[in-house]
């Protein structure tokens, strides 16, 4: 988005107006309006492209999944499918429900209060956010501990891992975080309008009002809490696959095709650990810097026409970097798809594929076993290790 060099300018024309005629005062108003309104046009591509782009990858995922999960073969993925379409659901609803309220105010000037003069809906929007920010960690957090699980003790998991506890846990995740982003509207915490005053989120420095601290260092610390327990959790199933490997390992075609689907697998969750730390740790940090500075992006608003002391650009650059935080958690909701799901279909199946054949091994072979995950569940479930 190109807001933040127009949001900026906002508030000068205030000073300069006390220090020139008003005939000069009328048309640098004028001339200001016309760059405003072009600055609206142009970024509000900026959130109907990542509206449309995570429209189509969370409905392509929801589909495979869709077709996947009616497999009579693919019992023993139900689990993981009904996470992962979760996941593509929860990013989709959060597209959907937040993205046009983004698009409604750029097209109205980025007047917030034209859309919504009474408040309401800025409260909706800190809802949407906390709710979908949050259980889509919580459920990157599921899957990881599912697929850890998997692979550390697959006896208990094919004997104990069952869809109606999956669903089970599904649901919870969803009320407990849905309950906790409602503490606002109770009076615990406070959603406001955030900088450049295009969408609304928890407030991070007003400590007068009740809670709102506890609020949202309580956001941030789930957070960081979740991406540290699915980090946590991939490196477990990394090294469990790698340790498995090496049990396999030797010249057959059996060994080689673990040696390939270790490799895929391992590529997969090192991309989703990667995606996940760009997305999130910038906001989760620099919401608790900003709490620890009681600084809240919606003071820019109010600190633009001041911003040539070295405090105002301080909290000018804050509300920045915040800006941009957001934007790249945001971008998880249109990522997600692709690191657990698309991706693996598309550019890690050519990937192997090349190795594949430079290894001089079967590609038909390859087409036959899509995870190493896979592999190790139907060999626990047979009894018997995996034969090519």
Known sequence: M?????????????????MLGSNFSKSLHESNATKNSSCGSVSVGFPITMMVTGMVGNTLALILVYISYRKKENKRKKSFLLCIGSLALTDLFGQLLTS????????????WGRIDPSGHLCAFFGVCMTTFGLCALFLASAMAIERAMAITNPHWYSNNMKTSVTKQTLAVIWCLVLLFALLPIAGVGK???QWPGTWCFISTGDREVPGNMFFAITFAVLGIFSLLVTLS?????IRGLIIRCKTKSGTSQS??????????????????????????????????????????????????????NTSGRDIHLDCNFFLTAIRLASL???????????LREILLRKFCLVASAVSNCSVEEHKETPTALDALNKSNQDGKPQSS
Request: glycine share 2%; charged share 15%.
């Open 191 to 193: 959603y406001t309008r």
């Open 255 to 308: 060994s080689k095709q673990w040696e390939r689907l270790t490799t895929e697998t391992v590529i997969q969750l090192l991309g989703i650990m990667c995606v996940l730390l760009i997305c999130w740790s910038p906001l989760l940090v620099l919401m608790l810097r900003m709490i620890s500075t009681q600084v809240s992006s919606h003071e820019c608003n109010s600190t633009a026409v001041t911003s040539n």
């Open 100 to 111: 046009p309220i983004v698009i409604s105010v750029y097209r109205a000037d980025l007047k």
């Open 233 to 237: 959790c991939n490196v477990v199933t």
């Open 2 to 18: 190109t807001t933040d060099g127009c949001d900026s300018m906002e508030g000068s024309p205030t000073i300069i107006e006390a």
């Open 332 to 342: 998880n909701q249109i990522l997600d798809p692709w690191v657990y799901l698309l």
